[in-house]
């Protein structure tokens, strides 16, 4: 099959295309012919040197897929070749999904949402559920409380200020002046221009906060907060303030969760969440698209094309 590797650590342009052998699915698990595959900074991150995930061996990136399932292994009932689904396989461990093919375990993925394509659904599973881990499971946002969102034009942030406002939430995210209009649209209640303005002159009781920024952002964040407020960080543990007393911070690194897949794609459903894919490039133009993304400045989802 064809599929685009990793030769070595280091810059966008170890990204090679090269025929490899395709996988065949063991026990509870399924083959997926990827339709579409998702970018994320997680991916240029490993690929750049391991550090985040810790890896020992030069990594097959890629974790995002949306496509068909070719074949079944042994011990999976509720789903069939043929079957449309999207997800986020083995995640923190090596998944490979820049490739025609990829193996995953079956409870990794869900029936894709029929409203999306395949381009659209490759787009949300890792940011969708790292959003929904973070101000769902952790955050446990309320209706009526009042979420900051930090880059609210982002993968993450775009998703997540969706799901903030589906919670009942009041809204607020910080985003560059030209990305306003696309963040009111998702659903914001206020935006913030972080480049003219501290949000922390500007805002106080709230009672989440979304960072993905981390770093000075992440203490920043912490004026903001009411008693009993929670500060959820994306970056890495080191990221997580020492919080006063009465508030919460706390790390969180997505998981693969087919039941959060599943409130993702009801979600989709009701008409309550829409992923952006601004950037769509084929699987050839890996490299492009992790120069793309290591630049900082896209709106919602880079994806790249493989049928």
Known sequence: MRAVVV??????????????ERPEPGLNEVLVRVHAVGVNPVDWKTRASGALIGWGAVPAVGWDVSGTVEAVGPGVGHLRPGDEVFGMPLFPRQAGGYAEYVVSPARHLAPKPASLTHVEAAALPLAGLTAWQALVDAADVRPGERVLVHAAAGGVGHLAVQIARARGAYVVGTASAAKHALVRELGADEVIDYREVRFEDVLQDVDVVLDGIGGETAERSLKVLRPGGRLITLPGPDDVPAAPEGV????????????????????????????????????AEAAKAHAIGEEGRTTGKIVLTVV
């Open 248 to 283: 919460r911070a706390a790390w969180v690194l997505v998981e693969p969760d087919h039941l959060g897949l599943r409130e993702l794609a009801a979600l989709v459903e009701r008409g309550e969440l829409r992923p952006v894919a601004d950037t769509v490039l084929p699987l």
């Open 7 to 20: 030769e070595r650590w280091g810059g966008p342009e170890t990204l090679v295309e090269r025929d490899v």
